[in-house]
């Protein structure tokens, strides 16, 4: 009955094969729709965690690098730390000048400036090789500073140091606080004596002030330089001039020459006088006596001999004038209005520079610039320095935060292997 080939039979069993795995996928989903019949087992409970050798190593390390330089900083604070005692003074440099107009318009922001520029100098001073070399020579500061060295040799100066490790010790140990706006300076000096460091404040205002003064009184010589130099000028040429006027009037043997002149014009008159007097005499003569009369001969030689005087006087107005005159009038008179001019423009000028001298030595008088402490030096009753507990908790806080740091960089090594 069986009369399918075997090819036959072998595609049927394929095409039934095909079937029954398309109808697997099928069946699946309903097979998700049931609960599950089993349960999960549960799990087995964890075990108590057991320090290892890098738990060791890092509580050994928190140990060494945080507690251990903890505990010796609080005990050499406590311990070894020598108490600092502070006295603080303040002062502001005061300038006083007499007002004029425009000051009072803008005296306050002038006064301001002034105070403000002495002030920025006194702030530089304070902290300058000067100062400390003038206060270690008067207090003996090295000796001061260093002699808790033994037992306290981080705040103590070392012995024997040098001036700039002085400096740099006394920019520690005296703190300035300034306002550049109100040129006040706030000043408050450290040492480890109550009475050193009131010592050391009343040096430094003491310094402070005359370096103002001194400051002052550059500044008075430098307004009055000018005013000296001009009168001194004009001092100069007034003796010149005189000196010459003097020697003119013991070569010419006069006194005033204009006086001199008036004198010989009353005689040049008089001679005038005299000549027309004679010439008339002489006329009438000639109408009643001869040519050969003495009478006329006389009258003739009296007119030679007035015109002849006449001529010499008009003479010693002009050129040309007698070897026993010092010269001709034209020349001495120039010469004397000349040297008159000179010293009467050299008076002038003098009172002109003597008033200006007494007005800028009035003016650099009426000037004072001085420095004025509103906190007079004070004395410590008790120290305040150094501040352990605030010194200690920032140890502290460097210390655990650079351990925290190591501590992550080494778990960060770790797992990167």
Sequence with gaps: MNDQSPQ????????????????????????????????????PPAQSARPKRRHMGILLSFLILVLAPIGAAAYYLWTNAHDQFASSVAFTVRREEAPTAVDILGGLTNFSSASSSDSDVLFAFIQSHEL?????????????????????????????????????????????????????????????????????????????????NELSAIAREDAMRYAREDLATALEQLSTARQALTAFRSRNQIVNPDADIQVQMGLLGSLQQMLGQELIDYDLLRESARKEDPRVIQAERRIAAIRARIQEERQKFGSGGSEEEAGDYADVVAEFEKLTVEREFAENKYTSALSNFDAAQANAQRQSRYLAAYVQPTLAESPEYPRRELILGLVALILFGSWCILVLVYYSLRDRR
């Design 132 to 212: 400390v070399s003038k206060i270690d020579a008067k207090l003996g500061l090295r000796e001061l500073y260093s002699a808790p060295y033994e037992t306290d040799p981080i705040f103590a100066l070392p012995p024997g140091a040098s001036i700039e490790d002085l400096l740099n010790f006394w920019q520690r140990m005296v703190r300035i606080s300034y306002a550049p706006g109100t040129g006040l300076i706030d000043v408050e000096v450290l040492s480890f004596d109550a009475a050193t460091s009131k010592r050391i404040a009343e040096e430094i205002f003491s310094e402070s002030s005359s370096m103002i």
């Design 8 to 43: 036959d039979q072998t595609a049927k069993t394929t095409a039934s094969d095909s079937a029954k795995t398309d109808e697997a996928p099928a069946k699946k989903p309903a097979a998700k729709t049931k609960p599950a019949a089993q349960k999960s087992k549960p799990r």
